[in-house]
């Protein structure tokens, strides 16, 4: 489906209405024209969504619902009974999605991204059991529940079904619904934050609009998953690539993301090797300016964030360090395993249900994500939490390359880039953060679905059959 020139009218409507809503709040014109930029902006994101070619409505759930539950965790942190009936939800529909249950789980033992999104929470139920707290050990078994399913359901829809292609529509679409519901203050100097110590002195990131809200590092790195997925292939339209890498630098400038520009870097150092290891262009000058555009992108980052001092910036004052305390996280992590039991060392921490940190310099009232995913794993699910980790993501990387041959270079590109980010996120963990690990999910279910066929993108000609009788000219 190509964009057509009729969508210009609704872009503008969105845009219009933006802008009247701020007019009417702030009673400013200014104000009032930058968020009908906001809004064009906003709309012309949806667009592209609805614009893009194999979109499979089953990947729109799946996409929907991973980082719907994101967002809603961030809108509201104290009213944890939101997500959890989006949980619920999941776990419902993926019950019904997923069957036949035993002969996708037999499948499902050999995914790595399967270990790396289940293990830690099985683990963690038995951890739990085995310290007597049932009320723990329930809600463990839950979020193995929906998140174990998930992996099922995915693979029992990607029969034939490339599902990521729908899975970015929906990122997308929400990266539209937060830049419209941020629109009176994206392009302003102070952004609506959450109203708690999340959004303590970080008013100069954007996080959405007052009503919805997501954490910066995490729209940037939606941002960046989009590019991953649409830039590399070739089954979209030129502009429409150009399009997603815009998009993704522009989420990373509004953010202030560090985390969000070493993704994006990696991305294009890969892109960039990938255009010469499989070329989908032959003429020389065509493969050099689609490997430049990335760079470019991160230039204008750059740019915007005057010079590179901010990847060095201290955020949380200089007790924090250019690491924002995760380093201080990270010796917590550490501390809290040498105290811990035999029990706690084995399957992991059960001070929490989500295995959260708490450090003395940031206060008991701000329960901490580890947010570096081999020390989650540490956390979450112990020693055998690790062994998980390193079998789950030595499983994905050993899927990719005996597919060589045959699997799309998005995958290659998402599942190598994602490594630089093991240091700074967890979301190869899955869980309500997990918008990559779902991505890389359904790419590695589809692959492992069609193993003996080369790949089949959106859009792209179906490979000939030795044999087969040829048509056309």
């Known amino acids: 489906m190509t964009p057509r020139p009729l969508w210009a009218i609704p872009i503008a409507v969105v845009a219009l209405a933006?802008?009247?809503?701020?007019?009417?709040?702030?009673?400013?014109?200014?104000?009032?024209?930058?968020?009908?930029?906001a809004g064009l902006i906003a709309a012309a994101v949806a667009a592209l969504a609805v614009s893009l070619p194999g979109v499979d409505w089953r990947g729109v759930v799946f996409g929907g619902l991973f980082v719907g539950a994101g967002i809603l965790s961030w809108t509201f942190t104290d009213k944890?009974?939101?997500?959890?009936?989006?949980?619920?939800?999941?776990?419902?529909?993926?019950?019904?999605w997923s069957r036949p249950w035993l002969a996708n789980l037999r499948t499902g033992v050999r995914m790595g991204t399967a270990w790396l999104g289940t293990a830690y929470w099985i683990l963690g139920v038995i951890g739990a059991l085995l310290m007597l707290f049932a009320g723990m050990a329930a809600q463990r078994l839950l979020y193995a529940g929906v998140f174990g399913l998930a992996v099922l359901a995915v693979l029992a829809k990607s029969r034939g079904r490339d599902l990521s292609v729908g899975i970015v529509a929906a990122f997308l679409v929400a990266m539209a619904v937060l830049l419209l519901a941020g629109s009176g203050n994206l392009f302003e100097d102070i952004h609506a934050v959450p109203a708690n110590d999340w959004g303590k002195n970080f008013q100069y990131?954007?996080?959405?609009?007052?009503?919805?809200?997501?954490?910066?590092?995490?729209?940037?790195?939606?941002?960046?998953?989009?590019?991953l997925r649409i830039g590399p292939d070739k089954a979209f339209a030129a502009g429409q690539r150009v399009a997603a890498t815009a998009l993704a630098a522009f989420l990373v400038t509004v953010t202030n993301s560090r985390t969000g520009f070493i993704f994006l870097f990696a991305a294009a150092v890969l892109h960039a090797i990938a255009l010469w290891w499989r070329p989908i262009y032959s003429a020389l000058r065509t493969r050099l300016v689609a490997a430049a555009v990335p760079f470019v992108a991160l230039a204008l980052v750059l740019v915007s964030a005057h010079g590179v001092q901010f990847l060095t910036q201290e955020r949380y004052g200089g007790d924090a360090g250019v690491t924002s305390g995760r380093l201080d996280t990270w010796k917590q992590v550490l501390t809290d395993f040498n105290h811990a039991g035999i029990v706690q060392k084995t399957f992991g921490d059960t001070s929490s249900v989500r295995s959260t940190v708490t450090r003395a310099s940031s206060g008991t009232d701000i329960k901490l994500t580890v947010d570096n995913a081999?020390?989650?794993?540490?956390?979450?699910?112990?020693?055998?939490?690790?062994?998980a980790f390193l079998?789950?993501?030595?499983?994905?990387l050993w899927n990719v390359w005996r597919r060589r041959d045959t699997v799309p270079t998005w995958l290659v590109l998402a599942v190598i880039s994602a490594l630089p980010t093991i240091a700074t996120t967890e979301w190869l963990l899955g869980g309500t953060g997990g918008t990559m690990w779902i991505l890389l999910v359904a790419g590695e279910a589809y692959l492992i679905a069609a193993p003996s066929s080369p790949a089949q993108h959106p859009g792209s000609a179906p490979t000939p059959v030795a044999g087969a009788p040829r048509t056309g000219t």
């Open 374 to 387: 081999l020390f989650g794993a540490l956390r979450h699910g112990g020693i055998l939490g690790v062994l």
């Open 80 to 96: 944890p009974v939101v997500v959890w009936s989006v949980l619920l939800v999941e776990g419902l529909l993926f019950l019904v």
């Open 205 to 227: 990131r954007f996080w959405g609009g007052p009503w919805l809200l997501y954490h910066p590092n995490s729209i940037a790195g939606v941002g960046v998953l989009i590019a």
């Open 391 to 396: 079998i789950g993501l030595g499983l994905l």
């Open 18 to 37: 933006a802008g009247g809503v701020e007019l009417g709040v702030s009673h400013s014109a200014g104000s009032a024209a930058w968020a009908v930029l």
